[in-house]
């Protein structure tokens, strides 16, 4: 039984008071036993997080790291540092990072590398651009992801990984995939994965589904097996609603 997993991906949004009212309302939720919530918070919300998350069954996830650990990288964060404010996990190659800050394959690569001798569980991020989409390289993008960010990894350490397929035309747009784009897209994430480690390996690592989910659409996604939760942009903004998107995740399954 591979784990379900709901992360919340804030992206650039959020302020301290914000922060504090979420987390109040949220920790107080009676949350499914039987997954894995991550908030991926502004880098300025951890030391809050983890002051608040301690001891709860809340993760706390970062959205960005350097693969290196130390050195004149104005604005940027290490993984050292990320396990010193209580990350557990940490997003890799966001199409975001990889559209507007122009990170590619092999620094990724370095990323997943780093993270995952420093202890940090990375959400590796792979999706399809509309126009990749409609010039039918949907598959050889998706491959090409998985092999670039899993290149010279152990099969142990990919075992420790989680990834989420998102279509980059579903991110933020509320064009949300059918289930079958979603369905189809992980089988084929699953695949590649295997062929750079094991069958074995493949089945047992989390792969969500992520763009424009929503409460009314989240049960849809997780009625198909392959699909074990979702990477949540807008809809995890608010506590209350992100709250409800969990709970009929819940009842997809
Ligand atoms: C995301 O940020 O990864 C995402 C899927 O955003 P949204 O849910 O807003 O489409």
Same mark, same amino acid.
């Given at each position: ?10 992206? +650039? ?25 991550? @908030? ?21 996830? $970062? ?17 050292? +540092?990320?396990?010193? +404010? ?28 780093? $993270? ?6 990375? +959400?590796?991020? /792979? ?25 010279? @990894?152990?099969?142990?350490? /990919? ?10 035309? &579903? ?15 992980? &089988? ?30 989240? $049960? ?24 409800? @998107?969990?709970? &009929? ?5």
């Amino acid at each position: 039984m591979r784990k379900v997993v709901f992360g919340g991906n804030w992206k +650039m949004h959020g302020t301290w008071k914000q922060t504090e009212e979420y987390l109040q309302h949220f920790v107080n939720c009676p949350l499914p036993v039987n997954s894995e919530i991550i @908030l991926f918070v502004p880098f300025p919300y951890l030391s809050l997080m983890q002051k608040t998350l301690s001891g709860t069954q809340i993760r706390i996830g $970062a959205q960005n790291m350097h693969s290196e650990d130390k050195g004149a990288f104005t604005g940027e964060v290490s993984a050292d +540092m990320l396990v010193d +404010m209580g990350c557990t996990h940490v997003l890799i190659g966001h199409s975001e990072r990889r559209s507007l800050f122009f990170e590619k394959g092999p620094f990724l690569n370095s990323k997943v590398k780093k $993270a995952l001798t420093k202890g940090l569980t990375p +959400m590796y991020c /792979i999706g399809e651009t509309l126009a990749e989409r409609e010039s039918d390289k949907t598959v050889s993008v998706l491959q090409s992801q998985i092999r670039e960010g899993l290149e010279g @990894l152990s099969q142990d350490d /990919i075992a420790k990984m989680y990834f989420a397929y998102e279509p980059v035309w &579903a991110i933020g747009t509320g064009v949300n995939a059918s289930e079958e784009d979603a369905r189809s897209g992980i &089988a084929v994430v699953r695949e590649a994965i295997a062929s750079m480690s094991s069958s074995s390996v493949s089945q047992s690592v989390p792969i969500v589904y992520g763009g424009s989910v929503k409460t009314g659409n989240i $049960a849809s996604y997780m009625a198909h097996k392959e699909v074990d939760g979702g990477l949540v942009g807008g809809a995890s903004l608010k506590a209350e609603d992100f709250y409800l @998107l969990i709970q &009929a995740g819940m009842q997809g399954r």
